[in-house]
C-alpha cells in the first residue's frame, strides 16, 4: 500500500526538480510529467482496492483531526485521483511532441503544479488546504492559457484571472467565517458542528462557497471564462481544463455541499441551475463555427447536465453523476487532443477547415467520431451507460419538476446531437472537389494518447460494470455524512 | 445454429470485411456476400424455434438477451435477404465510388444491427442495436455528399430525438417493473394504469414513428432515401424503417397485450383511433406527393411512406387478420420496394446517375430485364393479383371493409389508385416512351445487378401466388402473441366472411391469358414499324420531339397540389432556425465584457442571499 501522500509529493517534488534537470539535457525534462503521473495512476489503481474497504487517513505531521492537516483518500477522493493521474500521464505523452518550443520547461512545470493542485483539491480534508491546492491549480491554468503567447491567450488568461480571483477571494471570505465560528478548518470537525449554530450564519458561508467554487465549476452564470480560455489555452491544456479543472471545481462544490453543509432543501435550486447550464451551453455551442470554442461551450452542458445528475441526491443519481462525468472527462480529453491535433495541421480553427481530414488523418477523425458518439451518449460507448444511469435515476425520483427537468435534458441532448453529427459530417463527407491529399505522417506520440483514450471509451461503454463498485462507493460517500464524519473523527 | 454465435460472426464478419478491403478488393466483396449468405442460413435454420439466451450481463447488471421465436424470424430472415441482396447489387454500383470499404462494413454493421434489434430479448439490447443502426446509417445516408449531408443530419436529430422518446419510455418501464427483459415487463404491466401505459405508448409511439416514418413524423424520409446510395436506398426502404413496424408490433402485441390496447383511452382520444387515423393520413398524402415527384428516388420515398401507413393500418386495427395483413405486407413490401430501388439504381447506375423522371425514356430498347423487374415491383406495389402485393391488401381491406371502417377502407382505396397513378408515371417515364438520343448506347444492366432483380421480382411472383407460406410463419407468430390465428392453406385465406384463394386466381388469369393468346394468334400476324414511317408531310419530327413526358398529371397537380403543403417539413425548419436564433440570441451572454462578467458572479451571490432572505429556504 502507497501513502497518499505521495500523489501530492512526487509530482510536486519532480516538478519543482524540473529546473535543475533542464542542465542535464533539454530533451529529458518532456518525459518528468508522464513518468509523475504515470506512478500516480499506478498506485493510485493499487490503492483502490483499499479505500474501497475502508478510506485511508494520512495526519500530516502527526496531529490527530482536528488538529492539523490530514488527507483523506475515500473512493471519491481516489477515483478523482485516478482520472487526474491517467488524464494527466496520457496528455503529457501528448506533449512529448513539444505544443511550442520556448519555455518548455516551464510548460512541464506549471503542467505539473496544475495537476498536483488538482490531486490535493479531492484529496485533502482541510477546507483551507482545500482552498490552497484550489489556489495552485487555479493559477496554473492562468498562466498556461496564456503559455502560447499570443493575443488571444493572454486577453483570455486576464480575464480567466479577474473571474478566478474574484471566485477565490469569496472562498477565502467563506472560510474566514466559517472559521471564525468554528474555531476549526477541519472539514469533518464543521460538518459534524455545522447545525450547532444559527442558520442563518452558516449560510452566507455556504453562498460564498457555492458562488467561488462555482466560478471554476463553470455554473451559469459564473462561467463566462471558459469559453475565451478553453478556446485559446494550447490544446493540451484545454484537454486538462475541460478534463480535469472544472470537474475538480465540482468537486469542491459537492464536497462543500453535501459533506461540510450537509442540505437537501437546495436540491431543487440545483436541479434548476444545473439544467439551466445545460441548455445555454449547448445552445451557444450549437451556434458555433470554431470547433475549440464549440467543445468548450460543449463542457459547459455537461458540467450542467452533471449538477442535475447530483442534484438528484439519491445513490443512483451521484453513481450516474460520477459515471458521467467520468465519461466527460475521457471523452472531452479525447476530443479536445483530437481536434488540437487537426488543428495543428489545417491551421484553422474553424470547424469548415476540417473537410476531407476523414481522408488525409483517417485514424483522427475516427477517435473525433467516437468521441462525439460517445459524447451524445450513443451506445456501445462510454457516454451511453451514463446517459442511461442519469436518466435512470431522474425517473426513478419521479418529482414533477424532475420530470419537467428532464424534457429539457433530452432537448438538448438533441441539440448536442445536432452539432457533434455536423462536425462529423464535415470530417467525411463535406467537400464535393478536394484536392487529394496526402495522408501526413503522423506524430506516433500524439496518436498514442489519442488511441488510448478512444480504447478506453469503448471498453467502458461495452463494460461498464468495470468501474460502477468504485462509483457505488463514491455515492455512498458522499450520501452518508455521518458515516464520513465518523471516519476520520471518531 | 446458437444465437451467440450467429451475432458474434455478424459483427466480426463486418469488422474482418472491413480490414480484409484494406488487402483485397475482391476478397472484400466476396466475404460481405459469404458472411451474408451464412446469416441467411443460420437464420433459416433457426425456423420454428423458440429459445432465449442470455448474451451478457456486463452492463450494469442488466440481462442482455437475446431471443428467437416465429415473429423475430420472419423479420430476421427479411432483413437478411433483402440485405444479401442489397449487397450483391452494390458489387458494380459502389466500384465508382470513393471510401467503397466504409462503404461494405456500414452496410454490413446496418443489417446486422436490425437483426439484433429483431432478436432482442429485452429493451437494453433493443435500444443499443437500435442506436448503432442510427449512426451507422447517419454515415451511410451522408455517404454521397452534396444534399446527401443535409439529408442524413435530418435523418440523425429526428433519430436522436426519437430514441431518446425511447429510452425514457423503456426506463420508466423499468422503474415501474423492475426489469427491462419482455417477458418480465409483460407480466407485470396488467396491474399499470391506463394512464401510464398512455404515456408509455406515446413515448414508443414517436420512436418507432420517426423509424417507421409515420405522418408527421416521417420528413427525414424522402431526402434520405433519394440521397442515399440505391443499394442501401434498398436496405432503408425495404426493412430499415420496418424495424418501427417491428417495434409497433412488439409493443402493441408482445408487451401491452392487444385486448387492452384497443380499448385504451376514452372514446375520442382512442389511442387506437389515434394511430388508425394517423395511419389513413399517412396514407393519403405521401400518396398524392409521390405523384408530384420527378426524381425517380424521391417518388420511391414518398411512396414508401405512403405503404408504411398501410401496415400501420394493419397493425393498429387490432385483429388477427389485420395483423397478418399488416405483417404481409411488410414482407411484400420489403421485396418489392427493394425491388424498385434496385431497378431506379440500375437505370442511375448506367445513366451515370440521372433519376430525373423527365430526362429519361424508352430504356426498355436496352435494359429489358431491369423493365421487366420494374414492372413486376410495380405491379405488387399496386397489388395486382399473382403478385405479392394483392393478397396482403387484399386482407387490409378486408377487416377493414368487414369490420365496419368505411372511411378508412375508402382511404385505403384511394390510397391504391394513387399507387397506380405514380406506379404508372415511374415505368412510363423511365421506360416507356422516346429513348432519348444520348441514351443509345446504353448497356443492359451488369449481372451482378441483375441477379439480385430476377431473384426479388421471382418471390414478388412466387409469395403472389402461394401467401400460405408467409402467412403460415406469421399463423405461428399470431399464437405467440396469444392471438387467433387465421384459417390459411397454401394458396391463400378461408374465413368465413370471404376467402382469398390464388390457385383459383392464377387458373383464370391464366386460363384467360391463354383465351387472349388465341385469339390474337388466329388474328392476322403483327407488322413491325418503324416510327419515323409514317406520314409527316415531308418534314418527320426528330424522334426526340415526341417526349411527352413533363408535367405529367399536370391538371390533377394544379387542382389539388395547393393542399399538400408539408407542413410538419415547414414546422421542423422553423424549429430549427428558431433554436439556431436562439442561440445566438444567447451567445449574448458572454458580451466579452469582463467586467460584465465578474458582475455576474456578484450578482449570482446577491441573488442566493437575496432567497436566503426573502423566503428562508435554509
Avoid at chain 2, 437475446?66 to 430472415?77: C, D, Q, V, Y
Avoid at chain 2, 408482445?254 to 387515423?277: D, E, S, T
Wanted: glycine share 10%.
Amino acid at each position: 500500500m502507497v501513502n497518499p501522500v505521495l500523489f501530492i509529493v512526487v509530482p510536486l517534488g519532480l516538478a519543482f526538480a524540473i529546473p535543475l534537470l533542464k542542465y542535464i539535457s533539454k530533451k529529458i525534462i518532456r518525459f518528468v510529467p508522464a513518468l509523475a503521473f504515470l506512478f500516480n495512476l499506478v498506485f493510485a489503481l493499487r490503492l483502490i482496492p483499499v479505500v474501497m474497504d475502508h478510506p485511508v487517513h494520512v495526519h500530516i505531521g502527526g496531529f490527530i483531526p482536528p488538529m492539523g492537516i490530514n488527507l483523506v483518500a475515500g473512493p471519491v477522493g481516489m477515483l478523482f485521483v485516478v482520472l487526474i493521474a491517467l488524464v494527466g500521464f496520457l496528455v503529457s505523452v501528448y506533449a512529448f511532441h513539444p505544443v511550442k518550443e520556448k519555455y518548455e520547461d516551464r510548460y512541464h512545470i506549471l503542467y505539473m503544479l496544475q495537476l498536483t493542485g488538482a490531486t490535493g483539491v479531492v484529496l485533502t480534508g482541510d477546507i483551507f488546504n482545500l482552498f490552497v491546492f484550489f489556489e495552485i491549480l487555479c493559477l496554473a491554468s492562468y498562466s498556461l492559457v496564456a503559455y502560447l503567447g499570443n493575443r488571444a491567450g493572454i486577453e483570455s488568461a486576464v480575464k480567466y484571472l479577474i473571474q478566478g480571483s474574484l471566485g477565490s477571494g469569496l472562498i477565502l471570505i467563506g472560510i474566514g467565517l466559517l472559521y471564525g465560528q468554528f474555531g476549526t478548518l477541519n472539514m469533518a470537525d464543521i460538518a459534524g458542528r455545522i447545525h450547532s449554530v444559527q442558520p442563518v450564519s452558516v449560510y452566507v458561508p455556504l453562498v460564498l462557497f457555492i458562488t467561488g467554487f462555482g466560478v471554476e465549476a463553470a455554473l451559469f452564470p459564473l462561467n463566462a471564462w471558459l469559453p475565451d480560455a478553453h478556446s485559446s489555452a494550447p490544446t493540451t491544456i484545454s484537454a486538462v481544463l475541460s478534463g480535469i479543472a472544472i470537474e475538480v471545481g465540482l468537486y469542491a462544490v459537492l464536497r462543500v455541499v453535501f459533506t461540510l453543509f450537509g442540505i437537501s432543501n437546495m436540491m431543487g435550486f440545483f436541479l434548476v441551475l444545473g439544467v439551466l447550464t445545460l441548455l445555454i451551453g449547448e445552445l451557444c455551442a450549437f451556434s458555433q463555427d470554431n470547433i475549440k470554442r464549440m467543445l468548450a461551450f460543449s463542457s459547459i452542458g455537461q458540467i450542467g447536465l452533471l449538477v442535475f445528475a447530483f442534484s438528484l441526491a439519491s445513490t443512483q443519481g451521484i453513481t450516474g453523476g460520477f459515471f458521467q462525468l467520468a465519461s466527460h472527462t475521457l471523452g472531452k480529453a479525447l476530443l479536445f487532443l483530437a481536434a488540437g491535433y487537426m488543428i495543428t495541421r489545417t491551421g484553422s480553427m474553424e470547424i469548415a477547415s476540417f473537410k476531407g481530414m476523414g481522408k488525409t488523418m483517417p485514424f483522427t477523425s475516427l477517435a473525433f467520431t467516437i468521441g462525439a458518439f460517445s459524447m451524445v451518449g450513443l451506445p456501445p460507448f462510454m457516454g451511453f451507460p451514463g446517459k442511461f444511469m442519469i436518466l435512470k435515476a431522474a425517473l426513478h425520483d419521479g418529482q414533477m419538476l424532475t420530470l419537467i427537468l428532464l424534457g429539457f435534458i433530452l432537448i438538448a441532448t438533441v441539440i448536442e446531437g445536432a452539432y457533434f453529427f455536423r462536425v462529423v459530417q464535415v470530417l467525411y463527407f463535406a467537400g464535393d472537389d478536394l484536392p487529394d491529399r496526402e495522408r501526413a505522417p503522423a506524430a506516433f506520440s500524439r496518436l498514442v494518447p489519442i488511441f488510448l483514450f478512444t480504447g478506453l471509451i469503448i471498453v467502458l461503454g461495452i463494460y461498464p460494470s468495470l468501474i460502477t463498485d468504485l462509483l457505488d462507493a463514491s455515492a455512498l460517500e458522499l450520501l452518508d455524512r455521518p458515516g464520513f464524519i465518523k471516519s476520520i473523527i471518531p | 445454429m446458437k444465437l451467440e454465435i450467429l451475432l458474434a460472426v455478424f459483427f466480426g464478419g463486418s469488422l474482418l470485411t472491413y480490414l480484409l478491403g484494406k488487402i483485397s478488393k475482391r476478397a472484400r466483396d466476396i466475404l460481405a456476400v459469404l458472411v451474408l449468405l451464412f446469416a441467411t442460413a443460420g437464420i433459416t435454420s433457426l425456423y420454428g424455434k423458440s429459445s432465449t439466451a442470455t448474451l451478457y450481463t456486463g452492463f450494469l447488471d442488466f440481462p442482455m438477451v437475446l431471443s428467437i421465436h416465429p415473429f423475430a424470424w420472419i423479420f430476421a430472415l427479411t432483413i437478411a435477404v433483402v440485405g444479401l441482396c442489397a449487397v450483391i447489387f452494390s458489387w458494380l454500383y459502389i466500384r465508382k465510388k470513393g471510401r467503397t470499404d466504409f462503404f461494405y462494413f456500414m452496410m454490413l454493421l446496418v443489417i446486422f444491427s436490425m437483426i439484433g434489434i429483431v432478436l432482442s430479448g429485452d429493451f437494453l439490447s433493443f435500444y443499443i442495436f437500435w442506436e448503432m443502426m442510427s449512426w451507422s446509417t447517419f454515415l451511410l445516408i451522408s455517404y454521397n455528399r452534396g444534399k446527401a449531408i443535409a439529408a442524413g443530419m435530418k435523418y440523425i436529430v429526428m433519430s436522436v430525438a426519437g430514441s431518446l422518446a425511447m429510452l425514457v419510455g423503456m426506463i420508466s418501464l423499468y422503474t415501474q417493473t423492475g426489469t427491462l427483459v419482455f417477458e418480465g415487463i409483460s407480466g407485470s404491466l396488467n396491474s399499470a394504469s391506463s394512464g401510464y401505459l398512455q404515456f408509455i405508448l406515446i413515448l414508443f409511439f414517436v420512436a418507432f414513428g420517426i423509424k417507421n416514418a409515420i405522418w408527421p413524423l416521417h420528413v427525414w424520409l424522402p431526402p434520405a432515401h433519394s440521397e442515399a446510395p440505391s443499394p442501401f436506398s434498398a436496405v432503408l426502404s425495404g426493412v430499415l424503417i420496418k424495424i418501427g413496424t417491428f417495434g409497433f408490433i412488439l409493443l402493441i402485441y408482445g408487451i401491452i397485450q392487444v385486448q387492452v390496447f384497443v380499448n385504451l383511452g376514452h372514446a375520442l382520444f382512442n389511442v387506437r383511433n389515434l394511430l388508425l387515423l394517423l395511419g389513413a393520413v399517412t396514407i393519403l398524402i405521401p400518396t398524392f406527393i409521390a405523384l408530384f415527384q420527378d426524381d425517380a428516388k424521391r417518388l420511391l420515398a414518398w411512396s414508401t411512406v405512403a405503404q408504411a401507413g398501410y401496415i400501420i393500418l394493419g397493425i393498429a386495427y387490432g385483429t388477427s387478420e389485420s395483423l397478418s395483413g399488416g405483417t404481409l405486407h411488410f414482407f411484400n413490401h420489403a421485396l418489392f420496394k427493394s425491388l424498385l430501388f434496385m431497378v431506379v439504381g440500375a437505370v442511375e447506375f448506367r445513366t451515370n446517375g440521372v433519376r430525373d423522371l423527365n430526362s429519361l425514356g424508352g430504356l426498355i430498347k436496352k435494359m429489358p430485364v431491369t423493365f421487366v423487374a420494374g414492372l413486376i415491383g410495380v405491379c405488387g406495389l399496386i397489388g395486382v393479383p399473382l403478385t405479392n402485393g394483392f393478397v396482403s391488401k387484399w386482407l387490409i381491406y378486408h377487416t377493414l371493409i368487414v369490420n365496419h371502417s368505411p372511411f378508412l377502407a375508402f382511404v385505403a382505396l384511394l390510397g391504391t389508385w394513387g399507387t397506380i397513378l405514380y406506379s404508372y408515371k415511374l415505368i412510363h417515364h423511365i421506360f416507356l416512351g422516346q429513348l432519348p438520343r444520348k441514351y443509345e448506347k446504353l448497356q443492359a444492366a451488369p449481372v451482378s445487378m441483375k441477379v439480385p432483380m430476377i431473384f426479388l421480382s421471382l418471390t414478388v411472383f412466387v409469395f403472389g401466388v402461394l401467401p400460405g407460406l408467409p402467412l403460415h410463419v406469421i399463423n405461428l407468430s399470431e399464437l405467440g402473441f396469444g392471438m387467433e390465428p387465421l384459417a390459411i392453406n397454401m394458396w391463400g385465406v378461408v374465413t368465413g366472411s370471404g376467402s382469398i384463394q390464388m390457385l383459383n386466381i392464377a387458373t383464370a388469369l391464366i386460363l384467360g391469358g391463354i383465351v387472349l393468346w388465341l385469339f390474337f394468334r388466329m388474328g392476322p400476324k403483327n407488322t413491325r414499324a418503324d416510327q419515323m414511317d409514317n406520314y409527316a408531310a415531308g418534314a418527320p419530327v426528330p424522334a426526340d420531339r415526341y417526349q411527352y413526358s413533363v408535367k405529367f398529371y399536370d391538371p390533377l397537380t394544379r387542382m389539388i397540389a395547393p393542399y399538400l403543403k408539408d407542413i410538419a417539413d415547414n414546422f421542423y425548419s422553423a424549429l430549427a432556425r428558431g433554436i439556431r436564433n436562439a442561440g445566438n440570441g444567447i451567445r449574448r451572454i458572454y458580451t466579452g465584457d469582463v467586467g460584465n462578467y465578474a458582475l455576474y458572479i456578484i450578482l449570482f451571490l446577491a441573488i442566493l442571499i437575496f432567497i436566503q432572505l426573502y423566503w428562508k429556504v435554509w
